[in-house]
C-alpha cells in the first residue's frame, strides 16, 4: 500500500489563482493525500438549507487531476454563524452557567438533537454529490471531538443525561443505590431532580461526575456514530475516520476505535522538550495498540511550530522526519500535516505548514519534499499488513479508571498519564516492546503486564489480571489499584479484591507521603515520590522496604511467584532497577538502546532513530532501506534514522 503524505487543504482561504500553484507544488511534494474541508461549513451552506458545491467540485477535480486523492471532511465541527444565531440553543453552556458563543470553533452542544440534524443534513448532501467522486479516498469525520467542548452543562444536556441514567438504571432507586446518596441527603426520588454536575458549593458527588464523564464521550460518539450512518448508508464502501489527540482524557477511546475503519491521530510534541520524543513514541504505541492490527494514519502534526503555546519552539532540522519515523515504526501509514498552505489570517495563521508563509525557498519546503520523496521510495519496500514482534511488554490502560482517579478528594494527588509515562519509559529503556491494553483484553499474549493505579477496576478485570498471573505471566500491580469498583464504591472485602489472594497480601493503611520522598532498599533501592503504605504480606515475599517515611519497616515491593506488587511510588531508577530484575529471572536478554536512541522493531526491519546533539553509530548487520548501504558503521547525527533490513 502507498504511504499516505499531505495535509489539510483549506483552499477557500485562498482566491482561486492560488488553487493551480497549490496543485502544482504537492506534485512536487509528493503529496498524494490532502484532507479537505474540515472547517468549511460555512462555505458549503452559506445559508440555511443554501448549498454551494461549486468550489469543491474545482477543487477536487484539481487534486484528481495532479494525482491527489482526497480525504473529504465532513465540515461539521464548526457551525456556521447562521446557524447559532437561528438557533442559540445549540451552543453549548459551562459547568458554571456561562453560555458560549460564536467567533471560535466546535460551538455547539454535543447532545444537541437540533445540531445533530443540521449536521447529518449537510453530511447527507456530501455523501450524495461525492460518494462516487474519483478523488475520494476515505471520509474525515468531523474533527478533533471534544477538543475544546467536552462537555456540555446545558438543560439539554441535562435531559439528555437523565434518559442516559434511566437506560442505565432503570430506576431512580437503582440509580440512589449506585451513587450512594444516602451521603449528604442526595437522595433523588425521580430522575426528573437530577442534573449534570454543575458548580456547587464543595465536592461533588463522585459516582455522578464518573457516570457523567462515561455520558460525555457516549454522547460525543453518538455524534460520530450519526454522521458515520449517513456516509455507511449512501457510500459503503468508502473508509471513514476522526482524528485522535493522544492520551485525550475526556473520550474513552477504547470504545472510539471499535467505531473507526481505521485510527488517525493529532500529534504535537514540544520540540523545545528534549524528553518529548518519549511522550511521542507513547502515544504513537497508543494508536498502534487502538488500531490492533491495522495500519493508522499521523493525520496532523506540524512541520515546525504551533502557535498555542507560550513559546512556540520551531523544530530543528531532521525532527519533523525523525518524529515522523516513529509513527511508520510503529505501523503507520500516513503521515499527514495541519496544514498544507500556512494561514494568512485567522486565529492559526502562525502554526507552520508545508508551504510556509515564505515560500519555497525555505528549510521547511525542503524538508517537506524531500521527506515526500523518501515516503513515495518506501510505499514499495514496506509491509502494507500489521504483525506484533514476539517479546511484547503491556500496560493496562483504562479511560474510567483515568476519570476515578483524578476526581477531588482522593487520597493524595496523582497523573495517571503520569505513572503510564513512568512505566512505559523504564519498558522501552529495557528494550520491550509495548502495547497498551484494556484491563479486560486477553493478556496471554504478553511476557510482562503493568497495572498502573488501576483506582477503578470492575470485578472481571480484576479476575483477568489474577488469570494471567495464575497461567505464569508476570504480573506488576501498583499502588492504588482495585480499590473501587464501577460505581465508586470501596470494596468491601478490602483494597485489591480479588488481587489478594494473587498478590499474598492486603493493605492495612494509606500513608502518602507529604513533599517527602521515602527510601526503600532490598531488592531494589531506589525511593518513593509521592506514596506510602502499610501492607500486610500474607505469604508475599518482600523484595525491599520502605527504610523511612510513614511506613518504614514495611514492604515497599513483593513478590508472590510471578505476581508482583509496588507499594511505592518508584522514582525512576527505582522502576528502571525493577524491571531490570524481572526480565533477569524470566532469562530475557534483550538489546538495550543508548540513551536518546530508539531501536524499534517492526516484521522485517529494525529503526534506528537517534534523538541525541551526538552523533550514534549504528551497530546492526544488514542494509539500510533509506541509503542502500550497508548498516553497520553507519553513523546517524542527531534526528538521523536507519531503516535496517536484515
Known sequence: MPIWYGGDYNPEQWPRAVWDEDASLMRTAGVNLATVGVFSWSRLEPRDGEFDFEWLDVVLEKLHAAGVRADLATATASPPPWLTLKHPEILPVTASGVRLSTGSRQQYCPSSPLYRRYATRLVTALAERYGSHPALQMWHVNNEYGCHVSRCYCDVSAEAFRGWLRDKYGTVEGLNHAWGTAFWSQHYSSFDEVFPPRDAPTFKNPAQLLDFDRFGSHELLECFRAEAAVLRQVTPDIPLTTNF?????PANYWEWAKELDFVSDDSYPDPADETAYLHSAMTRD?????????????MEQATSAVNWRPQNAAKRPGQMRAWSYQAIAREARGIMYFQWRQSIAGAEQFHSGMLPHSGTDTRVWREVVEFGAELTALSGVLPSTVAAPPVEAAIVLDWESWWALEQPARPTRISYQGQLSAWYRAFTQAGLRVRFVHPGADLSGFRVVVAPTLFLATEASLDNLAGYARDGGTLIVTFQTGIVDENLRVRSGGYLGPLQR?????????????????????????????????????????ESEF???????????????TAWYVAADLAADGKAALVETILGRLGLDLPRPAPGVERITSQADTYVINHNPLPYVVELDGTDLLTGKPARGLELPQYGVAIVRA
Not at 245 to 249: I, L, P, S, Y
Not at 547 to 561: K, L, M, R, V, Y
Request: net charge negative; hydrophobic share 45%.
Open 286 to 298: 497508543l494508536m498502534r495498540s487502538l488500531a490492533g492490527d491495522k495500519p493508522w494514519v499521523l
Open 502 to 542: 494473587t498478590l499474598g497480601l492486603w493493605i492495612e493503611e494509606f500513608t502518602p507521603l507529604a513533599g517527602h520522598p521515602a527510601a526503600l532498599a532490598g531488592t531494589v533501592t531506589s525511593s518513593s515520590v509521592t506514596w506510602s503504605e502499610v501492607v500486610r504480606p500474607a505469604g508475599a515475599t518482600v
Open 547 to 561: 527504610t523511612d517515611g510513614p511506613a518504614a519497616g514495611g514492604p515497599a515491593i513483593t513478590s508472590n511467584g
Open 245 to 249: 489527540m493522544g492520551f485525550f482524557k
